[in-house]
């Protein structure tokens, strides 16, 4: 029950984030990356889906890891487990 809530805040918040990302004050951002936190625990696509955008767009790589270094830990944690690593 809890991750079929998980998942309706979190594609909420996500909906509403890319509409208010349109906007000339970009808030948005914001909304998107707490629906990602949301989103990733509960459902594996998600977090699969963030990893292969974190692959092919660097901006979006950036600003990921950007808001990964100022969350507190919790929320950290869940956004490190998208983090594109290197193959040796």
């Known amino acids: 029950m809890m991750r079929l809530i998980c998942r309706i805040i979190g594609g909420a918040l996500c909906f509403f984030g890319i ?46 890891s950007a808001a990964t270094n100022r969350m507190p830990y919790p929320y950290r944690r869940v956004l490190r487990e998208t983090e594109i690593r290197p193959d040796w």
Do not use: Q
């Open 19 to 64: 509409l208010g990302m349109l906007t000339p004050i970009p808030f948005g951002l914001i909304l998107f990356i707490i629906g990602l936190l949301f989103l990733i625990p509960s459902t594996p696509s998600a977090a699969n889906a963030v990893r292969w955008a974190r692959r092919k767009i660097r901006v979006f790589d950036r600003v990921m």
